[in-house]
């Protein structure tokens, strides 16, 4: 008599009013839609630039060093046309910002699943077994958590810096990068993986899966990870912008992908030397490119972040 | 509680000797010292003469010890590249850093907790709008186009602020400060909003966010039943509530300012020991890469156990009757 | 009973109240057409199921509605004057200080880091033009009020030193600092465990008779209104269905739903064959009760437990014992429980929080290994077994909401003992078998391909009944199967359970804090304190005479329907 009496089904209604709440948070929010339409278009740029950038500006023989220092919105000798300016080798400056968006998402994106990959088993392992290893892994977390993610990236540079040779430093910068910045955030995601687990442990439904002898492999991969995605999804976007944030500040400082194959923070480097001395373009361009792109990813984080909180429904 | 000092002592000291062990790894393993002192063509001899000084001869336990012992009696080896002792060189740029973190510190936590709470009480309000998504974009810059932002503005627009160095300074005892002359003032503006910057935000939406919570919880609602001031529920039950768990992450990150000032200082060519450990990087100079290694282990351990303390005195929960 | 005086107005007087809430579907009406009145001196107990709205009564009485709701209609009066419409300062002034409230959980309404004593004198401050002095001197005679031992010590500590029932009690002297006219309770014993929920009921219904308070008692539990209030108001999906004085609306209710929820309560005197409400998915009409005949279990003993006992390390760290010379702690959760469980039965476990009764529940389901003593099914230890008992023993648990994985499909949870089990070979049959399955809980089988959060508490428990039967099993363990639930949907789970086990000739385990459904359910019973069963045999004897002091203590404190007060 209390329980409940099916309803008839409801009248198609649109994102606002429907069930899900993160449809309707996304319906309510103006500023969520076009962040979320910048990374998309982010996105598409990053997935065709070969094609949209009419110059490899890291092909030396592509090069016109005539072409050096023109400002934005104007054509070369040979008629290429320069939509951004060119810097002081003659390359396109919106090229060169096309590919080093490449390079920074490709390097974000590469830096988040390894991150995955590494601390959401060590994670579900620790919250579930508890025990020695559960122990074991809060004091590494603690030691590692001791230096900030810039420390620890540029430490295990440093080290790769020192243990490999000159010439092949270049070719694995890009490897080395994605490793130092994986190896120094896969921390939260076992903290809060296990976090999670410790929680959902307690549950009935672990017990009645325990019950029926279910191992620990198919109650953690088929009863309790399904009900993490939420939280993981939410460090894996905020992670992503700190993964982003944290490349472009190495490569700015030196330590981190090199002028042959630029990232964002490379052509800022490149840029600042400019700053004084009037060509303002190439720095200018990146930087906003840069924030568009961090700021973006921020908002829909932080937007997910709020939509799949349990307990502002 | 004394137990719990006592165990608090015992997991920072194994820290500290975890740490301590990664850096004499890399101490000793990155590289040749013989090489990078003497340079290129120096004589097979004089290598194994050097070697032999160093200790580097003898079993890899004993070298640690040793290392350990030099280290706690403050020598940390001397430098690659400037051919000087780590911890003569670290002592000289260390004022300069700290001089920054602090003033960005304060900064940050003052500027941080006022603009928290007042979002929070707020929230409906335009002002308060604006100050969330202006600390979105915080978030999101990276402190080094902060910085380059800053010095477009104010150093080469404006003309306002210096772009790099610390002005003049004043050497008081052995500590040379910058905060005795104008021009020091002047030096250390930009640079510290640059680096307090990021902090301020972290600071103010994790305010915001507790009192936001607090605000919801039973014993507000039950408060507010009462009869009770909305000042003595606002400033008395939530605030107290919220800046409990705030203490702990405030504190850490002061650590973080520390480690970070590495960026800023590179921006502003400020001379301290961040734009120092970039150029050790660069340079492969393992001592002092090492050493500050160390340096940061030391000073987050002790920041972690002040802050514990702190956090005991304060939460009447965590103490035992 | 109220000292009522024909010319003076009511102290609360409320008239066609409504209430909206304005959700992303549109306005959704929460509360219509609520009128009713508490004179001085008057209790007024607000009764009904959840989604009744009681509480959203007593919080727009107050005005603490919070945005999306609002009051959309009708009028509050206290002593004659309106206060729905109040704003700010003036709302703030009449709370507190004219109308005391009371809230469910002692342990989330006091703030953690303020001393008890701060609370009291800060309140009373609020209100009254007292010194700081002054008002610690009223605060500490309040809580010798409440019966609060050492009132000068209690003073100074913090609500986590205080235990729950202390907790409350001290809630009630802050609903009393200013001395109000009308004192509101929302659900005051929900959270404590019995033997306290009496205490407490008696103390608010001293303090309101002391002080001529009007007061407005807001419960779920009939017995607490039964024990204590004057008048009843019974409520359903937010309307008000009777109202009247107490003994009359319990003894001769006039609305269809009222009859139903009485005689959904199982009573702690009689047994019952069935609780007479009406089957799941119709209102058919209620049949008459009938007291059961004698037990049709068998002989034979299907469970035995020998001498069980856990033992459970709550000592301090190493470093901390050394520090403050103390011994270890061992903490016996379950001492030497001994008992038999005849096949065909149901065995009940009962006794408050703490008593052990689930820890008993899990070592014999083999979720816990017992420190010592034995678990014996059909003769054999089962942690000595090579046997295979997963098929043949099955546990129901008690939070709905946590006891199916909210990510699988009604499908995919009953067919999992099945698969894993490898009881059925093809997809199809396992599709047949849920089917048939959720017919059995009287569930559609259409059901299956929904997911829980679909469903209300007392279909959730059906479906975990289901995935429970679907290994046919012949024993049951059920910790608190119906604790979460309704009153009138508990009636219809325990009667469906009551039907299966006749149906399948199950035995059942029932761990139960609640001696009305242990007494309606059970043919034997133990009774456990602190760890160990202080007494046991069978259920009707038990019950009838009670020989061990606690369970005599255990019986006196539920509040009894039929007393007359």
């Known amino acids: ?313 | 509680m004394l137990a719990y000092l006592l165990r608090r002592l015992g997991q920072s000291a194994l820290v500290l000797l975890a740490v301590s062990l990664i850096a004499f790894m890399v101490f000793r393993h990155i590289g040749d010292p013989t090489i990078s002192l003497l340079g290129e063509d120096a004589t097979l001899e004089e290598r194994a003469a050097l070697n032999t000084e160093l200790g580097f001869d003898k079993p890899v336990p004993l070298q640690y010890l040793n290392y350990v012992g030099k280290v706690v009696q403050g020598d940390l080896g001397i430098s690659y590249r400037l051919k000087r002792p780590v911890s003569e060189v670290i002592a000289e740029r260390l004022p300069a850093t700290l001089e920054l973190a602090l003033m960005a510190s304060l900064g940050a936590l003052v500027i941080g907790v006022v603009l928290g709470v007042y979002t929070a009480l707020r929230s409906e309000g335009w002002l308060s709008r604006a100050v969330m998504t202006g600390s979105l974009v915080g978030v999101s810059l990276p402190t080094f186009l902060i910085g380059i932002g800053l010095i477009y503005l104010f150093a080469v627009e404006l003309r306002w602020l210096p772009s790099f160095g610390r002005g003049t300074t004043v050497k008081v005892g052995g500590w040379e400060t910058g905060l005795l002359t104008a021009s020091g003032w002047s030096a250390i503006i930009l640079p510290a909003i640059t680096l307090g910057f990021y902090n301020m935000t972290l600071i103010m939406r994790l305010v915001r966010a507790e009192m936001l919570e607090v605000l919801r919880s039973d014993y507000i609602r039950f408060g507010r039943a009462r009869g009770l001031r909305e000042k003595d529920l606002y400033f008395g039950h939530a605030l107290r509530n919220t800046l409990i768990p705030v203490i702990t992450i405030a504190g850490l990150q002061i650590g973080t300012l520390i480690a970070f000032s590495i960026v800023t200082e590179t921006v502003f060519q400020w001379p301290g020991v961040g734009l120092l450990f970039i150029s050790s990087i660069q340079g492969v100079d393992v001592p002092l890469i090492a050493a500050y290694l160390m340096f940061i282990a030391l000073l987050y351990v002790v920041i972690n156990l002040l802050v514990d303390f702190l956090y005991l005195a304060v939460d009447p929960r965590l103490r035992r009757r | 009973m109220s000292s009522t005086d024909p010319t003076s107005p009511p102290v609360l007087r409320v008239r066609q109240l409504g209430v909206t809430f304005d959700t992303y579907r549109g306005p959704v009406q929460v509360l219509s057409d609520v009128n009713f009145e508490i004179a001085a001196g008057e209790i007024l107990g607000v009764v009904g199921e959840s989604g009744a709205g009681k509480s959203m009564t007593g919080a727009a009485v107050i005005g603490l509605i919070d945005p999306p709701g609002r009051i959309s209609s009708g009028t509050v009066e206290l002593a004659g004057e309106r206060i729905d419409q109040l704003q700010g300062e003036a709302l703030r002034r009449i709370r507190g200080r004219r109308i005391g409230s009371i809230f469910q959980d002692p342990l989330t309404s006091l703030n953690p880091v303020y001393t008890v004593g701060r609370h009291l004198v800060e309140t009373i401050r609020t209100h009254l033009p007292l010194t700081e002095a002054q008002a610690k001197a009223r605060a500490l005679e309040l809580l010798e009020e409440v019966e609060i031992p050492e009132p000068r010590v209690r003073f100074g500590q913090y609500p986590h030193q205080f235990s729950g029932g202390m907790r409350q009690r001290v809630a009630i002297a802050l609903a009393l600092c200013a001395e109000p006219q009308l004192i509101i309770a929302d659900e005051p014993t929900t959270a404590l465990d019995v033997s306290v929920q009496a205490q407490i009921i008696a103390l608010l219904r001293r303090v309101c008779r002391e002080r001529g308070a009007a007061a407005m008692l807001i419960t779920h539990d009939m017995g607490v209104i039964a024990e204590t209030a004057d008048r009843v108001m019974v409520m359903y999906q937010g309307r008000v269905l009777e109202t009247g004085p107490v003994r009359e609306v319990l003894d001769r209710p006039t609305e269809p739903y009222t009859r139903v929820l009485m005689a959904a309560i199982p009573s702690v005197h009689e047994r019952l064959e069935r609780l007479p409400v009406p089957e799941i998915g119709s209102s058919a009409p209620v049949e008459a009760a009938k007291v059961v005949p004698v037990a049709r279990a068998t002989r034979k003993t299907l469970v035995e437990v020998r001498d069980l006992g856990k033992e459970y390390d709550l000592s301090l760290g190493w470093l901390e014992r050394v520090v403050s010379r103390q011994p270890r702690k061992l903490l016996q959760a379950v001492d030497g429980v001994g008992f038999k469980i005849r096949q065909g039965s149901t065995f009940g476990l009962v006794g408050e929080s703490g008593s052990g009764k689930s820890t008993v529940a899990r070592m014999v389901a083999g979720l816990t290994v017992p420190t010592r003593g034995q678990v014996l099914f059909d003769g054999e230890d089962r942690f000595q077994t090579q046997a295979d008992l997963r098929r043949r023993i099955q546990m129901i648990f008690q939070d709905p909401y946590a006891s199916l994985n909210p990510r699988w499909t009604v499908e995919r949870l009953i067919a999992e003992p099945l698969e894993v089990l490898g009881l059925s070979q093809r997809p199809e049959e396992t599709a047949e078998r849920v089917a048939q399955a959720l017919r059995r809980v009287r569930m559609k089988p259409d059901d299956a391909r929904k997911y829980p959060h679909q469903f209300s508490g007392g279909q959730r428990q059906r479906i975990a009944i289901a995935r429970a039967l679907a290994s046919q099993p012949e024993f049951i363990i059920c910790d608190e199967p119906t604790s979460a639930l309704d009153v009138s949907v508990q009636a219809q789970v325990l009667n469906l359970m009551r039907d299966l086990q006749q149906e399948f000739g199950l035995t059942y385990l029932l761990i139960s804090h609640n001696l009305a459904v242990i007494r309606h359910m059970c043919d034997d019973i133990g009774v456990m304190q602190r760890g160990r069963l202080v007494e046991a045999g069978d259920a009707q004897e038990v019950l009838d005479a009670p020989q061990h002091e606690y369970t005599r203590v255990l019986m006196a404190a539920i509040p009894d329907i039929r007393h007359v007060h």
């Open chain 1, 1 to 313: 008599m209390s329980d409940v009496i099916p309803s008839p089904a409801p009248p198609r209604r649109g994102w606002r009013q429907s069930d899900s709440p993160v449809k309707r948070a996304f319906a309510r929010s103006r500023t969520v839609q076009v962040a979320s339409a910048v990374l998309l278009l982010i996105v598409l740029a990053t997935l065709f630039a070969p094609l949209l950038a009419w110059q490899n500006p890291f092909d030396s023989g592509a090069l016109e060093l005539n072409d050096a220092f023109l400002p934005p919105w104007s054509e070369g000798i040979n008629g290429a046309f320069y939509a951004l300016g060119a810097d002081d080798q003659g390359r396109d400056v919106a090229s060169a910002i096309l590919y080093g968006l490449r390079m920074s998402v490709l390097v974000g994106v590469s830096a988040v699943l390894l991150s995955l990959c590494i601390g959401i088993p060590l994670g579900l392992v620790a919250g579930y077994a508890g025990g020695w290893f559960d122990t074991l892994l809060m004091r590494v977390a603690d030691v590692q958590l001791t230096f900030p993610v810039i420390l620890v990236a540029m430490l295990i540079l440093g080290i790769v810096r020192g243990v490999v040779p000159e010439g092949v430093r270049e070719q694995v910068a890009v490897l080395v990068i994605i490793l130092a910045i994986a190896l120094s955030d896969w921390v939260q995601y076992a903290r809060t993986v296990r976090g999670a687990v410790m929680v959902e442990k307690q549950k009935d439904y672990v017990l009645a899966a325990q019950l029926i002898g279910r191992s620990r492999t198919a109650i953690l991969g088929r009863h309790i990870l399904p009900n993490l995605l939420a939280p993981i999804l939410v460090i894996a976007a905020i992670s992503f912008a700190h993964a982003i944030v944290a490349e472009s500040t190495l490569s700015y400082l030196g330590v981190g992908l090199p002028p042959t194959q630029p990232s964002l923070g490379t052509l800022i480097r490149i840029g600042q030397s400019f700053l004084f001395s009037g060509e303002w373009w190439i720095l200018l361009f990146p930087s906003l490119v840069l924030l568009a792109l961090a700021l973006s990813v921020n908002l829909v984080g932080d937007w997910l972040r709020d939509a799949l909180n349990p307990k502002l429904q």
